[in-house]
T-cell receptor
Framework: AQSVSQHNHHVILSEAASLELGCNYS??????LFWYVQYPGQHLQLLLK??????LVKGIKGFEAEFIKSKFSFNLRKPSVQWSDTAEYFC???????????FGAGTTVTVRA | GAVVSQHPSRVICKSGTSVKIECRSL??????MFWYRQFPKKSLMLMAT?????????EQGVEKDKFLINHASLTLSTLTVTSAHPEDSSFYIC?????????????FGPGTRLLVL
């Protein structure tokens, strides 16, 4: 079974600052990787996903993530955050062909205006 | 596209009663749906995988007689919390496996907050 760890529990930053959220997984086989966002009072939305190909993937709202296979990492980045990026961010993994997702504990991001 | 709804959004019930939560895929057919439980400040815990027309597959530690899952059609799965107790109070979220080329992606419903008194 896969496990996912997110390094930061709570990140607080100012508008226009850069954001990077760490995500590492443990699994020996091929995986699909996801970042989901949960805005206050809303449901989880897919930010971006990696299945194969270019390890640098771009998602919605200016987010991107880089898959580094040797480090088992899939860190999320945004060069300049906005107040509206305040949300809970979840990294998730599933093994290729197994649709069950394993989630990290989540990172709360608070952006101060 | 790929919208998932849940009903109700919140429910309060007395201890000992049963509560049914519905999960619908609105604009696509979902052969597989998932039920999660989310505790405050915690991640999502997968409870079970619901397959249309067959029995649900429960994760280790989840009581199948407590959390009844029915996936009677390609757009509807239901979770029934039987004989609910205060410790069952939680946020229950469903997701549906995407159609076609998005089958490896899950689309999530807005969740149902259950409070058992």
């Amino acid at each position: 079974a896969q496990s996912v760890s997110q390094h930061n529990h709570h990140v607080i930053l100012s508008e226009a600052a850069s954001l990077e959220l760490g995500c590492n997984y443990s699994y020996g086989g091929t995986v699909n990787l996801f970042w989901y966002v949960q805005y206050p009072g809303q449901h989880l939305q897919l930010l971006l996903k990696y299945f194969s190909g270019d390890p640098l993937v771009k998602g919605i709202k200016g987010f991107e993530a880089e898959f580094i296979k040797s480090k088992f990492s899939f860190n999320l980045r945004k060069p300049s955050v906005q107040w509206s990026d305040t949300a809970e961010y979840f990294c998730a993994v599933n093994a290729l062909g197994d649709y069950k997702l394993s989630f990290g504990a989540g990172t709360t991001v608070t952006v101060r205006a | 596209g790929a919208v998932v709804s849940q009903h109700p959004s919140r429910v309060i019930c007395k201890s000992g009663t049963s509560v049914k939560i519905e999960c619908r895929s609105l604009d696509f057919q979902a052969t597989t749906m998932f039920w999660y439980r989310q505790f405050p400040k915690k991640s999502l815990m997968l409870m079970a995988t619901s397959n249309e027309g067959s029995k649900a597959t429960y994760e280790q530690g989840v009581e199948k007689d407590k959390f009844l899952i029915n996936h009677a059609s390609l757009t509807l799965s239901t979770l029934t919390v039987t004989s609910a107790h205060p410790e069952d109070s939680s946020f229950y979220i469903c997701s549906a496996r995407g159609p076609g080329t998005t089958k490896e992606t899950q689309y999530f419903g807005p969740g149902t907050r259950l409070l058992v008194l």
